[in-house]
């Protein structure tokens, strides 16, 4: 067997458990921030939906790494490697990115206001999920 199999399937895997726990955090503070509008009687922003999903792109950075470190042919501990804390980081971006997001939903559901600045906030924890793609493409070439 080669090890190598092992870090592609971790980059994927570790990257979408992030993304899953993420959205799930994310979805529930949108749901009940829309629950609070709902029993004040104030419109619920649907662009919370937008809030919930963002953690999902850690999902297609994995499968993005696991298809590069099986393009790159290298040695099978640094595709292990680069598998497993490539997915991992990815995966923790995911995780907090669905935390920042739900803080999000959770404020702007109470405010009203903020929407930029809360985009801003959860984008740069994306950022973190996409310097680890580019600098673990660094490392398998």
Same mark, same amino acid.
């Given at each position: 067997?080669?090890?190598?199999?092992?870090?592609?399937?971790?980059?994927?895997?570790?990257? =979408?458990? /992030?993304?899953?726990?993420?959205? #799930?955090? @994310?979805?529930?503070? %949108?749901?009940?921030?829309?629950? *609070? +509008?709902? &029993?004040?009687?104030?419109?619920?922003?649907?662009?919370?939906?937008?809030?919930?999903?963002?953690?999902?792109?850690?999902?297609?950075?994995?499968?993005?790494?696991?298809?590069?470190?099986?393009?790159?042919?290298?040695?099978?501990?640094? =595709?292990? /490697?680069?598998?497993?804390?490539? #997915?991992? @980081?990815?995966?923790? %971006?995911?995780?907090?990115?669905? *935390? +920042?997001? &739900?803080?999000?939903?959770?404020?702007?559901?109470?405010?009203?206001?903020?929407?930029?600045?809360?985009?801003?906030?959860?984008?740069?924890?994306?950022?973190?999920?996409?310097?680890?793609?580019?600098?673990?493409?660094?490392?398998?070439?």
């Amino acid at each position: 067997m080669d090890i190598g199999f092992i870090g592609m399937a971790a980059a994927l895997g570790l990257s =979408a458990a /992030g993304s899953a726990f993420g959205a #799930g955090f @994310a979805g529930m503070s %949108s749901v009940g921030a829309w629950k *609070k +509008c709902y &029993a004040a009687g104030k419109p619920a922003p649907f662009i919370m939906i937008a809030f919930s999903g963002a953690p999902l792109t850690q999902t297609i950075y994995g499968f993005l790494l696991m298809n590069f470190i099986k393009a790159a042919g290298v040695d099978a501990g640094l =595709a292990l /490697g680069v598998g497993i804390f490539g #997915g991992l @980081a990815i995966g923790l %971006s995911g995780l907090f990115q669905g *935390k +920042c997001a &739900a803080a999000a939903a959770d404020a702007l559901g109470a405010t009203g206001k903020g929407t930029a600045n809360y985009f801003i906030v959860v984008g740069i924890v994306e950022t973190v999920a996409l310097f680890t793609l580019v600098f673990s493409l660094l490392l398998l070439q």
